[in-house]
């Protein structure tokens, strides 16, 4: 009886301590102050800005033609 109470006060001790230990860690980037500040990150924000600027048109000339294929 003795051996079976240390084993359940052991458990016990275990499962109250890995929960102190398991805490959640929340952290928060602020990515637009990134891009402000990093010259890198602004030419590659204009380089990306550019290529959907093309594929936006590329797709407007892919729907008009569409259009007319269905005509």
């Not at 990093?38 to 800005?49: F, H, M, S, V």
């Amino acid at each position: 009886m003795r051996t079976f109470a240390l084993s359940l006060a052991i458990i016990i001790l275990m499962l109250t301590s890995a929960s102190v230990f398991s805490q959640t860690k929340v952290g928060y980037v602020d990515s637009k102050k990134i891009v402000e500040v990093i010259p890198e990150t602004r030419d590659a924000k204009a380089r990306l800005d550019r290529i959907v600027t093309e594929w936006q048109s590329d797709l407007t000339k892919l729907q008009d033609s569409l259009r007319l294929k269905k005509r």
